[in-house]
């Protein structure tokens, strides 16, 4: 039996988007605020929180594809208590 390794935000949407996870992660959005990692991804945001679990709320979010048996999610719009 193979072991399966987590995989973090940052590496899910990554794969997503056929770029490298460091790239991702460079774009990371106020750390530590949410929940979970959120990153700007040109005019969007995206999240990829682990598998059963919600994004943050405030934010617009849209499913947008998944990534190792995760859903990642993107949103237009920054939440309006921020």
């Given at each position: 039996m193979?072991?399966?390794?987590n995989?973090?935000?940052?590496?899910c949407i990554g794969?997503?988007?056929g770029?490298?996870?460091?790239?991702?992660?460079?774009?990371?959005?106020?750390?530590?605020?949410?929940k979970?990692p959120?990153?700007?991804?040109g005019?969007?945001y995206?999240?990829c929180?682990?598998?059963?679990q919600?994004?943050p709320?405030?934010?617009?979010?849209?499913?947008?594809?998944?990534?190792?048996?995760?859903?990642?999610y993107?949103?237009?719009?920054?939440?309006t208590d921020?």
């Open positions: 193979t072991a399966r390794r995989r973090s935000a940052a590496e794969f997503r988007l770029w490298d996870m460091r790239d991702v992660s460079e774009n990371r959005y106020q750390a530590g605020k949410q979970y959120v990153y700007t991804i005019d969007e995206m999240c929180p682990p598998k059963g919600t994004p709320k405030g934010w617009d979010w849209k499913p947008d594809g998944e990534a190792y048996e995760r859903v990642i993107s949103a237009s719009s920054k939440p921020d």
